[in-house]
């Protein structure tokens, strides 16, 4: 079953930085025609949505809680989509997961949308 695999999540004092990456699990998995999607998840809570962009790279949106602090980007000839989170704050703290949709762009934002998950990588900010 093909799976996205997340990375560069861990431990980062409030204010800091970190970059979580994305990749499909198997080479003959292309995301290139697809949608991408970070979300977040505490334990109890409903997923949320985090930023998301277009297939071509051409489009982006993200969570009010996070505008103006991270940056979603894709690099199609690395079949990879980034997440660079800057100014952390605690209340960042959950585990991160990307997604993938072959659905239109209109639901970027509904997580039970996306065809495709990571198992998810923990950021935690300390205060």
């Known amino acids: 079953q093909v799976q996205l695999v997340e990375s560069g999540g861990g431990l980062v004092q409030a204010g800091g930085s970190l970059r979580l990456s994305c990749a499909a699990s198997?080479?003959?998995?292309?995301?290139?025609?697809?949608?991408m999607g970070w979300f977040r998840q505490l334990p109890g809570k409903e997923r949320e949505f985090v930023a998301a962009i277009s297939r071509s790279g051409g489009s982006t949106d993200y969570g009010d809680s996070v505008k103006g602090r991270f940056t979603i980007s894709r690099e199609n000839a690395k079949k990879t989509v980034d997440l660079q989170m800057n100014s952390l704050k605690p209340e960042d703290t959950a585990v991160y997961y990307c997604?993938?949709?072959?659905?239109?762009?209109?639901?970027?934002?509904?997580?039970?949308?996306?065809?495709?998950w990571g198992q998810g990588t923990q950021v935690t900010v300390s205060s």
């Open positions: 198997e080479r003959t998995f292309s995301i290139d025609g697809m949608g």
């Open positions: 997604a993938a949709s072959r659905r239109s762009w209109l639901y970027s934002q509904v997580a039970k949308t996306y065809d495709y």
